[in-house]
């Protein structure tokens, strides 16, 4: 059983950053592809980044728009969301997620089998 906790979220202003961060255990990590999600009350979990198991592979949600990166560290389990020049709209309970698959659609919350408990992101105008 692979359990995700996740850390990092807090308020923040307007273009402020944050680092959440990820920590696996219980399963091969280094195997996994990764990634991250939000969801906002009343709507449906959003896609927002992913990484595959090596890291030489990245994908991002459009609305990143340059400002989130991704990254992950094998030898500590943990995977990373580096996001830059936060707005208001980034408010967001932020989660990570487990792909123990063949992890070919990393957009899909349906490819993943894991999940955190998430991170309350709150950025403030």
């Known amino acids: 059983q692979v359990q995700l906790v996740e850390s990092g979220g807090r308020l923040v202003q307007t273009g402020g950053s944050l680092r959440l961060s990820c920590a696996a255990s219980?399963?091969?990590?280094?195997?996994?592809?990764m990634g991250w999600f939000r969801r906002v009350p009343g709507k449906e979990r959003e896609f927002v980044a992913a990484?595959?198991?090596?890291?030489?592979?990245?994908y991002y949600a459009e609305f990143v728009k340059g400002r989130f990166a991704i990254s992950r560290d094998n030898a500590k389990n943990t995977v990373y969301l580096q996001m830059n020049s936060l707005e208001p709209e980034d408010t967001a309970i932020y989660y990570c997620?487990?792909?123990?698959?063949?992890?070919?659609?990393?957009?899909?919350?349906?490819?993943?089998?894991?999940w955190g408990q998430g991170t309350q992101v709150t950025v403030s105008s």
């Open positions: 997620a487990a792909d123990t698959g063949p992890a070919y659609f990393l957009r899909n919350p349906k490819e993943y089998e894991y």
């Open positions: 219980g399963g091969a990590f280094s195997t996994y592809a």
């Open positions: 990484i595959t198991w090596s890291g030489d592979s990245k």
